[in-house]
């Protein structure tokens, strides 16, 4: 070996095959680490592959280099360099390429690199890097090679030792990567740092690392790649990924509302559903003693599971994907829109707290609660215009009984241009609310939405209060009756039987979907197997199967 | 009459036969499923193997731009084969794609290529191409194709009824879309890009609604110049889309059925619909 070594190891220079083996180590390192460099990022594009395309980058780099067998540094990292521009993927890729690119330029000449060399080398690479890029942006991979660049010329005349001024450019280089959110707003929005910048902090451990004699040992099975964003972003911090706890609550007057605020609190990914005598609670926290002390003060505990989720993290992330399908995830709705003042904002009056999610995610700026047996007043309707933060607001009464003191509350609110769209039924309001265009005309928009409205044709399935005999339809207090847009369609004791006589006056035939949203009374189990009966009937018709969570109806059904 | 070729990215959809007829270089994009990465060269990457896979993966495949490398490699063998190139790419502000052929030609030779940011992608970008390319063939500057791209941008759109908003939301690139939390109902989005932007133009729960809204969308916009009708593994739509608006066709240009990269498809999802279009000048005419 041609390099210089005092006799107390220190690294006075570094030549081909050494800079071969620390770039070599920085690889391994950011091998190790990339599933967690995926998870950061959220700028530009936050598609969760920052990670990948550098880690692609560097493995091309060093397959490149491998093709040279010499010891002349600048040759090595001229091989680097040129590796790492063929394989480089993404922006991120594209500018460590270019890191690469400077850092080699330095280099051409020599064939070996000392401390004042190396930071003349990692200011060109800054400075390649920065120049590779149309609009730098500062709290970035860029920040980052700058400041390890400021570090290095600072440093190296008193840290001759290679070893050494390494240490001070990887702590630097942390510090600007700790800073990153403070540059750029996305960052601290989210509540990470810079995943580029991150990256390239791995890169410059590995090869500290490496001159410091460690071995980065590559896990026989390296960790899967990571792709879920929503996923990402969960905290694995340095305690870890923590606990998934699962639980149900038994009790009575048990709110569903309070309990997830609650839990929330606690931990992240929540999912709490359920009614007032029964709660589904999963949470993932670090100590899984604190909901469950929690619940046991609520009700009974059963079903209880508690995961340890560095072995279950692949699983979990499994369940995420499934959960980003429609299903009873019970995150906190960002509208859909944000309104400004000019704007048409909507208030929807929903029937469950499924359906006001519905409600939400389509863009309904304010709720209120209430439905068939318990309508809400004019004051609470015009209180919830009110306080909608537009001066033209769309009332969505949902309810033939609701549009009255909607249209009365419409009236009132002087201060605000109210139109009522007269919806009878949730679907109606649900089909209603597609085509809300927040920056349309109020008028024009309006009746694009009362024309929506009649898109669908509702069906609700409810339990008789009393006996009675309609529209040629006998029922006995108790039994299942089927409404068809309000008008009373079939009774009997066997669900699947009102539901689809019900689907036969709703010409569900003449359909392409039925939305089946479930009430408080039943489980999704219950309306899956429905479904998979149903569709043996209609195997043209597609079913989507929504949480509702309305009293007293079982199902409401909304064909389109 | 000095020669010019046109080189571009593989997001802009363009028939094979068109890119043998006017020589057009094209430099792949990527699809990465976790660490594979493959090329959108038609040949490691097929789009109907593509969509399968989409469908079938558990987790959404990422894009990427293509390596620095491999745009300087074409762009070298495109001035050799040429005295000048006009290199036109998918939107600076949605992909990497841009500052990559802009750095490609500083590391060539800049003052022989022109970089164009075409603001679109798909047919849209497509069909700037085309324009490119005959503009060059009759002996136009590149100055003069770049001023006929600028003029032309603004009346080009991309719409699309994207079959469910999931891709859009987990894709990341569009900021709107982002901010939607996992659907507690499905419902189908229709998009326009225009200049760059992707903008919400509604949004139906039925295919039949998604259909009958692209055809009244298109007839809003006619007259056409340009019409290409796009579709991710949705054939037979595209077919019947394209049949329901033939009285809108534009006179003097063919109108492709294309199936779109899956380089958007990762971003759309499959069984989308749309079109690539360019409205037809008027004189005299208000409309944007």
Redesign the interface.
């Known amino acids: 070996m041609t390099v210089e070594e005092s006799p107390s190891q220190e690294t006075l220079a570094v030549d081909g095959q050494m800079l071969r083996r620390l770039v070599q180590a920085g690889r391994d390192w950011l091998d190790q680490h990339h599933a967690q460099v995926n998870q950061l990022n ?1 700028f530009p ?5 920052t990670g ?2 550098m ?2 980058t560097m493995r ?1 780099a060093l397959q490149e280099a491998g093709t040279y067998d010499g010891n002349h540094v600048g040759q090595v990292a001229a091989k680097i360099a ?1 590796g790492a ?7 991120s ?2 500018i460590l ?2 890191i690469w690119q400077g850092f080699a330029h330095a280099l051409r000449d020599h064939a070996t690199f000392d401390s004042e060399l190396l930071a003349r080398a990692l200011r060109e690479a800054s400075d390649t890097a920065y120049r ?3 609009k730098p942006v500062e709290g970035t991979i860029l920040t980052v090679a700058r400041e390890a660049a400021e570090e290095a010329e600072a440093a190296c005349t008193s840290h001759r030792d290679i070893a050494d001024l390494m240490d001070r450019i990887v702590q630097r280089a942390k510090d600007a990567l700790a800073r990153t959110p403070e540059m750029l707003p996305i960052l601290q929005k989210v509540g990470v740092v810079d995943s580029g910048g991150s990256g390239l902090v791995y890169i410059l451990e590995g090869m500290a690392q490496s001159l410091r004699g460690k071995q980065i040992e590559i896990p026989a099975a390296a960790p ?2 990571v ?4 996923a990402a972003l969960a905290p694995e911090d340095e305690l870890g990924y923590g606990y998934d706890v699962q639980f149900i609550i038994k009790g009575r007057n048990l709110n569903v509302g309070v309990i997830r605020s609650a839990i929330d609190a606690m931990g992240w990914s929540t999912l709490v559903v359920g009614n007032d005598q029964a709660v589904k609670v999963h949470v993932h926290v670090h100590d899984p003693g604190i909901p469950l002390s929690y619940a046991v003060s609520l009700g009974t505990l059963s079903d209880i599971v508690v995961e340890n989720m560095q072995e279950q993290y692949q699983d979990y ?2 369940e995420r ?1 499934a ?5 009873d ?1 019970s ?1 906190e ?2 509208p ?1 829109f944000e309104l400004g003042e000019d704007d048409i904002g909507v208030v929807a009056v929903a029937s469950g707290e ?1 359906l006001a ?2 409600f939400r ?2 863009g309904a700026a304010e709720l209120v609660m209430g439905g068939q047996t318990n309508n809400p007043s004019t004051q609470e309707i015009l209180e919830a215009i009110q306080r909608v933060p537009t001066r033209k607001v769309i009332v969505l009464p949902n309810n033939k009984n609701i549009i009255l003191a909607a249209e009365q509350a419409a009236r009132l609110a002087v201060d605000q241009d109210v139109i009522v769209v007269p919806t009878r039924s949730m679907p109606q309001g ?2 209603a609310l ?2 809300y ?1 927040p920056q349309g005309d109020l008028t024009v928009t309006a009746r694009t939405m009362e024309q929506a409205k009649d ?1 669908v044709v509702t069906g609700e399935i409810t339990t008789a209060t009393r006996s009675v005999e309609l529209n040629g339809v006998e029922v006995s207090e108790g039994q299942l009756i089927g409404l068809v847009d309000g008008a009373l369609s079939a009774a009997g004791n066997d669900l699947e039987q009102v539901v689809r006589t019900v689907l036969e006056h709703m010409h569900a035939d003449e ?3 039925v ?1 089946l949203y479930y009430g408080n009374g039943m489980d999704r189990a219950e309306v899956e197997a429905l479904v998979s009966a149903l569709s043996k009937v209609y195997d043209s018709l597609e079913f ?1 199967i ?2 509702g969570g309305q009293p007293h109806y079982h199902l409401i059904l909304g064909a ?1 | 009459m000095a020669k010019i070729l046109v080189m571009t990215d593989s997001t802009c959809d363009l028939p094979a036969d068109w890119v043998r007829q006017y020589d057009v270089r094209i430099v792949p994009t990527y699809v990465q499923f976790g660490l594979e990465s493959l090329a959108d060269d038609g040949v490691q990457l097929t789009r109907p193997a593509f969509y399968q896979r989409l469908t079938a993966s558990q987790h959404l495949p990422t894009t990427a731009a293509p390596p620095l490398g491999q745009a300087v490699d074409v762009l070298t063998k495109a001035l050799q084969d040429a005295d000048h190139v006009v290199a036109i790419t998918a939107p600076a502000l949605l992909s990497g794609i841009h500052s990559i052929f802009k750095l490609a030609a500083e590391q060539t030779d800049p003052a022989r290529v022109t970089v164009i940011d075409s603001q679109m992608v798909s047919m849209g970008l497509g069909w700037q191409v085309v324009e490119a390319c005959q503009m060059a063939q009759q002996g136009a500057s590149p100055e003069d194709i770049r001023a006929r791209l600028v003029a032309m941008q603004p009346l080009t759109d991309v719409y699309a009824a994207l079959d469910t908003f999931e891709y859009l939301r987990r894709s990341g690139r569009v900021g709107w879309a982002a901010a939607i939390l996992g659907g507690f109902l499905q419902v189908k989005p229709l998009i326009r890009l225009h200049m760059s932007v992707v903008s919400s133009q509604g949004r139906v729960r039925t295919r039949e609604r998604a259909f009958e809204a692209l055809v009244a969308l298109v007839h809003e916009v006619a007259p056409l110049s340009r019409l290409a009708v796009l579709h991710t593994a949705n054939p037979q739509a595209a077919q019947r889309l394209a049949q329901a608006i033939e009285d809108i066709y534009p006179p003097d240009s063919p109108v492709p059925i294309v199936e779109v990269t899956p380089v958007i498809g990762v971003h759309v999802g499959p069984n989308a619909l749309g079109f690539g279009i360019v409205r037809a000048e008027q004189p005299n005419s208000t409309a944007d």
């Open positions: 959220v594009v936050p598609d969760g592959d990948t395309n880690l692609m091309n040129h521009m063929m394989g480089s993927r993404g922006n890729g594209t390429s270019q590779g890029v149309i899967a790649a792709e879920d964003l929503a992330l499994r994907t959960s980003a399908n429609p299903s995830a995150e709705i960002v859909a499924g999610r519905v995610q389509l649900i089909s597609l085509p265009d898109d359909h392409e979907l939305t989507e929504v949480f389109e």
